[in-house]
């Protein structure tokens, strides 16, 4: 079975300091994984995938993730911090042989002035 | 494109109302998703869809129904509303097998009290 487990729920950094928010899965099979971000009061929305490629994935709004199999962690990171980024945001899980996409709890990242 | 759409954006329901969310995607994709997602909790999967005709259980699936007979629609139905399906509802797609990256629509606020 798969699953995926966010490790921190809240996270608070200060404007222009790195950002990590940590995610861990499990998965029997090669997995696609994924970053949703979620702004307050909208949608998800795509922030990066890998999907078996190169393991360092960029996405948007500076944001990268490295896949490390070893580990089993996909962790989410960012240079430095900008208070656009305050949100929520999820690892997603998926690409097994029962098609399922699995989320985590998501993470609230707060950014301080 | 217009992508995932929504309606309505919020509603409030009264105990024992009944209600359908409406959900409409232009991107031609196989597979619809219904999700709730309420304070703390992630995303809790209702009921999804594989292709016109055919749908399944979620997570949760108890109070709600749906039918898929396009596959540009996905309507969700409340029968008999309680305060427990006071919740955000979020819609999403993708293409279909091997393509595990969704799209989200912009959720729909529901109250029922």
């Known amino acids: 079975a798969q699953s995926v487990t966010q490790l921190d729920s809240h996270v608070s950094v200060s404007e222009g300091t790195p950002v990590l928010l940590r995610c861990n899965y499990s998965s029997s099979y090669s997995p696609s994984l994924f970053w949703y971000v979620q702004h307050p009061n909208k949608g998800l929305q795509l922030l990066l995938k890998y999907t078996s490629a190169a393991t360092l994935v960029k996405g948007i709004n500076g944001f990268e993730a490295e896949f490390k199999k070893s580990e089993t962690s996909f962790h989410l990171t960012k240079p430095s911090a900008h208070m656009s980024d305050a949100a929520e945001y999820f690892c997603?899980?998926?690409?097994?042989?029962?098609?399922?996409?699995?989320f985590g709890k998501g993470t609230r990242l707060h950014i301080l002035p | 494109n217009a992508g995932v759409t929504q309606t309505p954006k919020f509603r409030i329901l009264k105990i024992g109302q009944s209600m359908t969310l409406q959900c409409t995607q232009d991107m031609n994709h196989n597979y619809m998703y219904w999700y709730r997602q309420d304070p703390g909790m992630g995303l809790k999967l209702i009921y999804y869809s594989v292709g016109a005709g055919i749908t399944d259980k979620g997570e949760v699936p108890n109070g709600y129904n749906v039918s898929r007979s396009t596959t540009e629609d996905f309507p969700l139905r409340l029968e008999l509303a309680a305060p427990s399906q006071t919740s955000v509802y979020f819609c999403?797609?993708?293409?279909?097998?091997?393509?595990?990256?969704?799209?989200f629509g912009p959720g729909t606020r529901l109250t029922v009290t």
């Open positions: 999403a797609s993708r293409p279909g097998t091997g393509t595990y990256e969704q799209y």
């Open positions: 997603v899980v998926s690409g097994t042989r029962d098609d399922k996409i699995i």
